[in-house]
């Protein structure tokens, strides 16, 4: 999926003419996971903040729109909670627009989306390193230096909580009550999450005008496309 | 680990406390944005209470100026995302079987 949304991405924008570095950045985006991907790639290819600053406004209202989009789609075809949970997780760019969609459907789709899109993340360093390897390669950057270090850099740390939190509970470390009290937490954390994230989304801010939001489009069009194919043949179902 | 690097520890986490003041406002904002989502809920059959809170945030940020004053906790967020998500960790076991997951990992992983 990443893949293809980078290409898609690089693809589009050329057709629309928007600079190349614009165009990787909205890939990047809509292929990884959004804002943080996009703030990562932005100092990896020396991009322009202003760049990054519209490609974060389009991504924003992009998860917005999906999270509404999305579940009437999913009711619409009848798709099972873990189909759906699977395709959000693997289709929709940041992750908080991506919990968010899944728990718009239920909370088991929810649960899924969540563990599907953090394991996207967690290969978000290795995309960006890729990345910079290509830019640097054409002499568009600097070279990179130390890759472990930068891999570890762009590595996003509080998945380490995550696992940590899920190993502890295998181990039977936490008691019914406490994993009662955990979830819960976890559930007002979530309400504050969603609240913020339609608080975060600007329609104005897009102020690059169209062009970048119908790169956007099409993107996220043909990356929802091919994951829905993709869990067709991986579920089988 | 010098004593002065611990001083100038102590004393940057101590700033943190006091900094951490001005979050409040924003927070509590999206505190009663979410639970006000909860309530729509309530009176809609058959959706989730997310559609709501995002609807609301959405439709405040886009009518209103949003004064200063709640802006830093509005941009907190993306933390509570993340410690929502370690959280939910412990009580993931239970609630999801292994095999269901297990496709995503191989495919991401291969």
């Given at each position: 999926v990443i893949f293809v949304a980078l290409l898609s991405a690089t693809y589009l924008g050329r057709l629309f003419g928007l600079s190349e570095r614009m165009a990787t950045l909205i890939g990047v985006g809509v292929g990884i996971c959004g804002v943080s991907a996009i703030i990562g790639t932005t100092g990896a290819i020396d991009a322009k903040e202003e760049d990054a600053s519209y490609a974060i406004a389009t991504i924003m209202v992009f998860g917005a729109i999906m999270v509404f989009l999305f579940p009437l789609l999913g009711h619409m075809w009848g798709l099972s909670d873990e189909f759906f949970g699977f395709w959000t997780g693997l289709s929709l760019d940041n992750t908080a627009a991506a919990v968010a969609t899944g728990f718009a459907y239920s909370e088991a789709a929810g649960n899924l989306a969540t563990v599907v899109k953090l394991s996207r993340n967690a290969l978000m360093g290795v995309v960006i390193l890729i990345i910079a390897l290509l830019y640097a390669r054409k002499g568009l950057r600097d070279r990179v230096e130390n890759k472990a270090a930068f891999l570890w850099s762009r590595f996003p740390k509080f998945l380490l909580g995550f696992l940590a939190f899920s190993l502890l509970a295998t181990l039977g470390f936490f008691d019914p009550g406490q994993v009662k009290a955990l979830d819960n937490m976890s559930k007002w954390f979530f309400l504050l999450t969603f609240a913020g994230v339609g608080l975060s989304t600007?329609?104005?801010?897009?102020?690059?005008?169209?062009k970048p939001f119908l790169v956007g489009l099409g993107v996220e069009t043909v990356a929802a496309a091919v994951s829905y194919v993709m869990i067709l043949l991986l579920l089988g179902v | 680990l010098t004593v002065n690097e611990l001083t100038m520890r102590l004393s940057r986490s101590i700033n943190l406390g006091l900094g951490s003041a001005r979050y409040l406002p924003g927070i509590c904002l999206l505190f009663v944005v979410g639970y006000l989502g909860k309530i729509v809920a309530n009176y809609?059959?058959?959706?989730?209470?997310v559609l709501f809170a995002i609807a609301i945030g959405m439709l405040l940020r886009n009518t209103i100026k949003i004064p200063q004053i709640f802006v830093p906790g509005i941009n907190t967020y993306e933390f509570w995302l993340k410690t929502g998500i370690v959280l939910m960790a412990a009580a993931w076991p239970c609630k999801m079987s292994f095999p269901s997951v297990l496709p995503a990992c191989c495919w991401w992983w291969q």
């Open positions: 600007e329609f104005s801010r897009m102020k690059a005008g169209l | 809609v059959p058959h959706t989730e209470y």
